[in-house]
């Protein structure tokens, strides 16, 4: 019903390895600020953050993660005790709903808040504070402290006890993936030998991996779901299809699987999104999101256009990501 297309994703993979990434998309103030709670910060904003279509402040022209790594800097600066899990546990869930609003609204405007599901992911911030008192004595670093990762240098000693949490419970470890990147990027953990790593799969990086025609959909009827954009009841094959795609094209670029969520991700974001480059010849956002972390000497067409499928057939050009409500991504 699925299957990987390892010649196309070979292609990709030997464009991939022509890019260079910027030093500054890695400066970030997500990044590279200074705080005890620098771990938690990026451990509960990488468990709520899924599905974010309609986060965004205009105001700022900022919208779904990178309001979310704003929202959460003015968290660790004005409300540093919703990063503390002993805190956390003393607060219903309509509590914390009513104390994050403000960090997600134009102007700290509460009625103002674009972050959707607020119960959902209220409930997931509280249950990764009990489950992080109830086994690592409320604190996310001993998580790893008590792994044996460092011996084993295998995902897989990481990606386990993250399971315990209900938001990093994903089979396929979309969010445990981010939040295992996003530490080692500001330096909290080494992950440079880790092995075993299953490439970060959310639904931005499968339209492009089935736009580009690097995942071929066999089934007609599935097919036309997904380029009509319906509802589809599982998602499981198509994810497991696109990683398998982008193992491929991480092996062939040279560059770690991690680093393919700083191409695929910021590209589906701006060039291959509701608008696409290849098409339209203007980016989804202002600035793209791909030019803040690859240099490029220009950017009048996108990266793969030269051998991307949907840039010339309809068929695949029609292509949108699985709509499956979800919160592993």
């Not at 990488?46 to 959460?72: R, S």
């Not at 409300?79 to 997600?104: C, D, G, H, R, W």
């Not at 460092?150 to 315990?164: F, G, H, V």
Request: net charge neutral; aromatic share 10%.
């Amino acid at each position: 019903m699925i299957t990987v297309n390892i010649e196309q994703s070979k292609n990709i993979g030997e464009i991939v390895k022509t890019l260079k990434f910027k030093p500054s998309f890695y400066e970030r103030d997500f990044i590279q600020v200074d705080s005890p709670l620098k771990m938690a910060m990026h451990f509960y904003a990488v468990g709520i953050c899924h599905q974010t279509y309609i986060l965004a402040n205009p105001k700022l022209n900022l919208y779904g993660w990178d309001f979310m790594e704003y929202g959460f800097l003015d968290i660790l600066k004005n409300a540093p005790n919703l990063l503390i899990a002993y805190e956390l546990v003393k607060l219903s869930t309509q509590e914390l709903i009513e104390k994050i609003k403000p960090f997600f609204a134009e102007d700290h405007n509460p009625s103002k808040c674009t972050l959707d599901s607020l119960k959902e992911r209220a409930d997931l911030w509280l249950n990764m504070a009990k489950i992080l008192i109830k086994y690592f004595d409320g604190k996310i670093e001993n998580l790893f402290d008590q792994s044996d990762w460092r011996k084993t240098q295998n995902a897989e000693s990481l990606y386990k006890p993250l399971r315990l949490f209900e938001a990093y419970s994903d089979p396929l470890q979309k969010k445990s993936g981010v939040f295992l990147k996003l530490i080692a990027d500001a330096g909290l953990v080494n992950l440079d030998k880790l092995t075993n790593v299953i490439p970060i799969m959310d639904y931005h990086m499968q339209r492009v991996l089935l736009r580009t025609g690097c995942v071929e959909v066999n089934d007609l009827e599935l097919k036309s779901k997904l380029q009509k954009r319906q509802s589809i009841s599982d998602d499981k094959p198509i994810r497991k299809a696109c990683i398998e795609a982008m193992n491929i094209i991480s092996t062939v670029s040279g560059y770690q699987s991690f680093k393919m969520n700083d191409v695929f991700y910021t590209l589906g974001r701006s060039c291959c999104n509701e608008t696409t480059l290849c098409r339209s010849h203007v980016c989804e956002k202002t600035p793209c999101t791909l030019t803040r972390a690859v240099f490029l000497e220009s950017h009048t067409h996108c990266i793969f256009q030269s051998i991307c499928k949907g840039a010339s057939n309809d068929d695949y050009h029609q292509y949108w990501q699985p709509q499956i409500k979800t919160h592993f991504y």
